[in-house]
């Protein structure tokens, strides 16, 4: 049963413009969500996270919303950039203090110039 | 920021061979480690919880005789992956946190082993 989950396995924007990720979550008790960027053949990284009191978290060009009554966050990036491009993957954490996070499949993301 | 090294990057060995992955905090002290594996074009699926002085904390489905953890100090825990076999060929990362609530986790760089 996937917890987590991101539909969009891939996705193209043009340089300059938006990049609008997605991610559904079907547990309740889910209340730390996180985005990580991935490169092939590397660690992810983390870009942002929100905590279940919020609905927006903003750090730069990249911005999180959390709707809770819908399980969806998404992450919003722009302007978008070519160095973008890399797999992103969403995350999210049930219990607290045991940093024990589910992730989802991931969304390919690619930054045309 | 934090950071977690691992090592080494990638290794390649025999079936019925072991080999030991290291994972370290380098700037900060690590209570809880987390190792993950990844195979290609999926998520990444969460093995174990190293703790510090502790016994690892397995998921379910993953076998802890194959899969050995040690966290021996605040700042290295190793993953050793015992007798291998090719089907135990992926991209291994691990991961750790710092001690504060809702500190998001940092990655190593991973470890891609295969076994041939």
């Known amino acids: 049963d996937q917890q987590v989950k991101q539909n969009s396995p891939s996705l193209s924007v043009q340089e300059g413009r938006i990049s609008i990720l997605n991610c559904d979550y079907t547990?309740?008790?889910?209340?730390?969500f996180l985005w990580y960027k991935k490169y092939p053949a590397e660690g992810p990284t983390f870009l942002i996270s929100?905590?279940?009191?919020?609905d927006k978290n903003e750090d730069g060009r990249f911005t999180v919303f959390l709707n809770k009554s819908a399980k969806h966050l998404s992450l919003h990036i722009v302007p978008s950039q070519p160095g973008d491009s890399a797999v992103y993957f969403c995350a999210a954490s049930a219990l607290k203090g045991t940093y024990k996070y589910i992730f989802g499949t991931g969304t390919r993301l690619k930054v045309l110039a | 920021g934090a950071v977690v090294s691992q090592h080494p990057s990638w290794v390649i060995c025999k079936s019925g061979t072991s080999v030991k992955i290291e994972c370290r905090s380098l700037?900060?002290?690590?209570?809880?480690m987390f190792w993950y594996r990844q195979f290609p074009k999926q998520s990444l699926m969460l093995m174990a919880t190293?703790?510090?002085?502790?016994?690892?904390?397995?998921e379910q489905g993953v076998e802890k005789d194959k899969f050995l953890i040690n966290h021996a100090s605040l700042t290295l825990s190793t993953l050793t992956v015992t007798s291998a076999h090719p089907e135990d060929s992926s991209f291994y990362i691990c991961s750790a946190s710092r001690t504060e609530y809702n500190s998001p986790l940092h990655f190593g760089n991973g470890t891609r082993l295969t076994v041939t």
């Open positions: 700037d900060f002290q690590a209570t809880t």
């Open positions: 929100i905590s279940s009191i919020k």
């Open positions: 547990n309740s008790m889910f209340d730390y």
């Open positions: 190293s703790n510090e002085g502790s016994k690892a904390t397995y």
